[in-house]
């Protein structure tokens, strides 16, 4: 019974940050006083609906949840996998690793921190109640793995940039697609 109003109460805040959202991009080529009225009335309708978010996290959960969002988010994991692939093999055919290969996992963990950090804004505490919440953790886990990778690679003299325990962390990703 609790999780099925926890579930309604999400998906009333959804409705009411989407129509919100349309709202606010509505009124965007209206006077400044018809627009300070309007978010007037849509910050007290936000607080009154116990909707506890800001307008650019409402835009951003919106992003986060929207498909297109997903699809891109899918694409760079593939890519991903396929780096990871092509960085074994030429570890394998020639003895060490590509500093280019290298640079790019690098951007990838980069862009990944930004899609948990856009995520985790646009969800705010919801993140943790939400039916993904096991993605989220995962999600940390492997941006953790990531970072620990940096920093190993930055305090190594051996010059060797890819520390194994990271290769296979970064390898998890590819379930996520």
Not at 87 to 96: L, R, S
Request: aromatic residues 10%; positive net charge; charged residues 20%.
């Amino acid at each position: 019974r609790a999780s099925l109003a926890s579930l309604r109460l999400h998906t009333l805040e959804d409705k009411l940050g989407a129509i919100v959202t349309r709202l606010r991009e509505k009124t965007d080529g209206h006077s400044s006083s018809s627009r300070r009225t309007v978010s007037r009335t849509l910050t007290s309708l936000e607080h009154a609906a116990g909707c506890c978010y800001s307008h650019t996290a409402l835009r951003i959960r919106s992003f986060v949840k929207s498909s297109t969002f997903d699809m891109f988010c899918g694409v760079l994991i593939l890519l991903n996998a396929m780096l990871i692939g092509w960085e074994i093999e030429f570890k394998a055919t020639n003895g060490h690793s590509s500093e280019v290969l290298a640079s790019l996992q690098t951007a990838f963990g980069v862009i990944f921190m930004i899609e948990l950090a856009l995520r985790i804004f646009g969800y705010g505490k919801d993140m943790l109640s939400s039916d993904q919440w096991r993605w989220t953790v995962f999600d940390s886990v492997l941006i953790l793995t990531f970072l620990s990778d940096v920093i190993d690679t930055m305090s190594s003299s051996s010059g060797d940039g890819m520390a194994s325990t990271a290769g296979i962390g970064r390898g998890l990703w590819v379930p996520r697609f």
